[in-house]
């Protein structure tokens, strides 16, 4: 925290609202942990220093909090409230971001990441937990977590980006805030 970095290990996310058209979810209180193993590769930063491109590898990661849902998830319908518990398989993101340079109070050019869009792809399946779901009838509310599981892909493809979009956004906040106190002539940038 000296730098006033929050950790992104465990990382907390106040707010996750996923407004799809046939879901509607909110996350809050979220806690995420796993970012800490997740793997950085193919980073390249354009020569003009405008564009950043990583590709992030995630082999678990864990969240926990409170959650609303109404809707649809795919085919079936969903609601209920409670807590929640996530644990993903293996996922992959390619983040693609905007940079800009700025003169910083100590008169040097600092770097910032002004806006980005990910690509995910869940590559094995995701623990879901939703407690509570149709106000705690057992029967439908296996019924939805035995399909979220046989159909892990799509339930992914369906409900995933609010969420990564959410934690990275938090993510990538810690970044700029270590990168107010870093000038761009010491980071070592490819």
């Given at each position: 925290?000296?730098?006033?970095?929050?950790?992104?290990?465990?990382?907390?996310?106040?707010?996750?609202?996923?407004?799809?058209?046939?879901?509607?979810?909110?996350?809050?209180?979220?806690?995420?942990?796993?970012?800490?193993?997740?793997?950085?590769?193919?980073?390249?930063?354009?020569?003009?220093?405008?564009?950043?491109?990583?590709?992030?590898?995630?082999?678990?990661?864990?969240?926990?909090?409170?959650?609303?849902?109404?809707?649809?998830?795919?085919?079936?319908?969903?609601?209920g409230s409670g807590d929640?518990?996530?644990?993903?398989?293996?996922?992959?993101?390619?983040?693609?971001?905007?940079?800009?340079?700025?003169?910083?109070?100590?008169?040097?050019?600092?770097?910032?990441?002004?806006?980005?869009?990910?690509?995910?792809?869940?590559?094995?399946?995701?623990?879901?937990?939703?407690?509570?779901?149709?106000?705690?009838?057992?029967?439908?509310?296996?019924?939805?977590?035995?399909?979220?599981?046989?159909?892990?892909?799509?339930?992914?493809?369906?409900?995933?980006?609010?969420?990564?979009?959410?934690?990275?956004?938090?993510?990538?906040?810690?970044?700029?805030?270590?990168?107010?106190?870093v000038p761009l002539d010491?980071?070592?940038?490819?």
């Amino acid at each position: 925290m000296k730098l006033g970095v929050e950790s992104s290990d465990p990382l907390f996310v106040e707010k996750i609202e996923g407004n799809l058209s046939i879901i509607k979810y909110i996350f809050y209180n979220t806690t995420v942990e796993g970012y800490k193993q997740c793997k950085i590769s193919n980073i390249k930063v354009s020569p003009d220093v405008t564009n950043l491109h990583y590709e992030l590898d995630c082999d678990r990661l864990k969240l926990s909090g409170k959650y609303d849902v109404s809707g649809r998830l795919v085919i079936l319908p969903v609601e209920g409230s409670g807590d929640y518990e996530l644990i993903t398989g293996k996922y992959h993101i390619d983040i693609d971001a905007e940079l800009k340079t700025s003169s910083g109070k100590d008169g040097k050019v600092h770097l910032q990441i002004k806006n980005f869009k990910l690509k995910c792809k869940s590559l094995s399946p995701t623990k879901y937990d939703f407690r509570n779901l149709f106000n705690g009838q057992k029967d439908l509310s296996d019924a939805v977590h035995k399909f979220a599981h046989e159909n892990w892909q799509e339930v992914a493809e369906l409900v995933q980006d609010p969420t990564w979009y959410a934690t990275q956004k938090k993510v990538i906040s810690n970044v700029n805030k270590y990168l107010k106190s870093v000038p761009l002539d010491d980071l070592k940038i490819a």
